[in-house]
Nanobody, 122 residues
Framework: QVHLVESGGGLVEPGGSLMLSCAAS????????MGWYRQVPGKSRDLVAS???????TYGDSVKGRFSISRDNAQNTVTLVMNNLKSEDTATYFC????????????????WGQGTQVTVSS
């Protein structure tokens, strides 16, 4: 079973910073990719940043240079540091994990956290 718990959202003024954390419980699974997506009502859920187990990171174009993702493979956690926040960063942020079962299977499954709200406003 896989369970993701996010923390760290909140209200921040433009130009400010926030840090989001996600902890995964993954009994019987290995995490391939962990990352963050965000969504505003009526729009698609878009990539913010993700990181593979080898440390290779991918960022959405709108956050490059402002956000930084890091991952602790031993603790099954992923952290997103968000700097120079803008009003357009306001969204619900979701943690995502792509996992594969321990053993010979190569099947990948995707799990999502419950989401945490980030609001950037003065």
């Amino acid at each position: 079973q896989v369970h993701l718990v996010e923390s760290g959202g909140g209200l921040v003024e433009p130009g400010g910073s926030l840090m989001l954390s996600c902890a995964a419980s993954v009994k019987g699974y290995i995490i391939s990719v962990m990352g963050w997506y965000r969504q505003v009502p009526g729009k698609s859920r878009d990539l913010v940043a993700s990181m593979r187990a080898d440390g290779d990171a991918t960022y959405g174009d709108s956050v490059k240079g402002r956000f930084s993702i890091s991952r602790d493979n031993a603790q099954n956690t992923v952290t997103l540091v968000m700097n120079n926040l803008k009003s357009e960063d306001t969204a619900t942020y979701f943690c995502k994990a792509v996992v594969t079962p321990v053993g010979p299977s190569l099947r990948l499954s995707t799990y999502w956290g419950q989401g945490t709200q980030v609001t950037v406003s003065s």
